[in-house]
């Protein structure tokens, strides 16, 4: 249903007939770590997010999986050789 507290207008799927079934009844505003993220947007003079309804759990346990400024960091190392192969690629 669409939202009638904070985010008025946009598809939320915690809005009953009833009135916002999230914990508390109202989404909570960012945290520090989600400065940034394309998926932010302004209501009523305040930051909130617009795929999570309480961001501070997203963040709780590491970086948030829907964070969209943050790259994780490959594993671009050497590969590990086997050197039993390597002497007899040598030898040839």
């Known amino acids: 249903m669409v939202c009638t507290t904070i985010r ?3 598809m939320c799927p ?9 914990n508390g009844g109202i989404c909570h505003e960012i945290v520090e770590q989600c400065g940034g993220c394309n998926r ?3 209501f009523s003079s305040s930051w ?13 346990r590491g970086n948030c999986n829907l964070a ?9 190392g050497k590969a590990k ?12």
């Open 8 to 10: 008025k207008g946009m």
């Open 14 to 22: 915690f809005m009953t007939a009833k009135g916002c079934s999230y």
């Open 40 to 42: 932010s947007a302004e």
């Open 48 to 60: 909130y997010c617009t795929t999570c309804p309480d961001p501070s759990l997203k963040w709780k």
């Open 68 to 76: 969209s400024h943050i790259r994780l960091a490959g594993s671009e």
């Open 81 to 92: 050789i086997n050197p039993l192969k390597a002497s007899k690629r040598g030898k040839k």
